[in-house]
């Protein structure tokens, strides 16, 4: 268990609730397959697999959980092609057009033939709360569904007050800074191979496999481009891709810390997570506090305004 793509969100008060009482407030919604006409459902299960019961895991001081979303497949163009199908096949039999009421309800009677009979698909987002930190993890590379599990969390717990970390230097700039004169980038991070620039226009230049010190790149930013995401290892021990928004993606573990995951011989499925979340958690602590140091560290007057 390793996380590859990560959401932080800083809780603006303390977490308070027990791992116990997170299990008991997270069964409220627990996670209940489709129903019959329904197309998605969302809800909590096991972070340790569907053979377990309980709904949170604890390792190292956090709380762990996660979120489980059943979705059925039907695309658009099958229900059209049954619909039109339909539809032509009223039309010859009775000599006539089908009005747009009656087309109305030939789409909705074959939707309620075709939804039952959809195959269903289940996606799992894992997270977990480091309640020391004051931080909410979210293994997810999609902004999207990051949300859905925040939404679906404050739902379960009815007050959620977590935000994106505000820093106090504009991530964008500081990242830019490091491509225009490599003594600007901290020792401990080292410049990788790939970016993503753009302009206030709109403008978007795609780097990869790239030398990002390279003349032709300087002449992007002196044109304005600004960084949005970089690719960047860190001390030797985590590769990663980093955006300005402080969302972290393709989350990677060097060969020294590879070498510790693959060095773990647990005799039991949750042993091996254990261990995996305790060498995850070790990394990514002092990792993010790091990254908030080199952004100016956090705002603490605009987390404040939002108490």
């Not at 604890?58 to 979705?71: G, L, W």
Request: proline fraction near 4%.
């Amino acid at each position: 268990m390793w996380f590859k793509n990560i959401h932080i969100y800083r809780f603006l008060r303390p977490f308070t609730l027990s791992a116990e009482e997170l299990h008991e407030e997270l069964s409220k919604l627990a996670f209940q397959p489709c129903g019959k006409m329904d197309m998605e459902s969302m809800g909590w299960s096991s972070p340790l697999g569907n053979q377990h019961k309980y709904l949170v895991h604890t390792s190292n001081k956090c709380i762990i959980f996660c979120a489980r979303k059943e979705e059925k497949l039907l695309p658009a163009s099958v229900a059209r092609a049954f619909i039109n199908d339909k539809i032509e096949e009223v039309e010859l039999q009775q000599m006539r057009r089908v009005n747009r009421h009656e087309k109305e309800e030939i789409r909705e009677q074959v939707l309620s033939d075709l939804i039952p009979r959809a195959f269903a698909r289940s996606q799992y987002l894992l997270s977990y709360i480091d309640v020391t930190n004051g931080w909410l993890i979210i293994d997810s590379a999609s902004d999207k569904k990051a949300e859905e599990l925040v939404t679906l969390l404050r739902r379960t717990l009815e007050t959620l007050p977590v935000v994106f970390p505000i820093v106090r230097e504009n991530p964008a700039t500081v990242m830019t800074k490091w491509l225009v004169n490599q003594n600007h980038c901290p020792a401990d991070f080292e410049l990788a191979d790939a970016c993503v620039l753009a302009d206030p226009d709109g403008a978007i230049v795609h780097c990869k496999r790239q030398d990002l010190l390279a003349e032709e790149m300087q002449g992007h930013l002196e044109a304005g481009k600004l960084v949005q995401r970089l690719s960047i290892e860190w001390n030797d021990r985590l590769s990663l891709i980093l955006d300005n928004q402080l969302i972290i993606r393709r989350f990677q573990a060097l060969d020294l810390i590879q070498t510790q995951l693959d060095d773990v011989n647990p005799e039991t499925p949750e042993q091996r997570f254990d261990a995996d979340f305790a060498i995850l958690n070790l990394e990514l602590v002092p990792f993010i506090k790091r990254l908030f140091e080199v952004f100016g560290g956090e705002d603490e007057e605009a987390y404040a305004k939002m108490r």
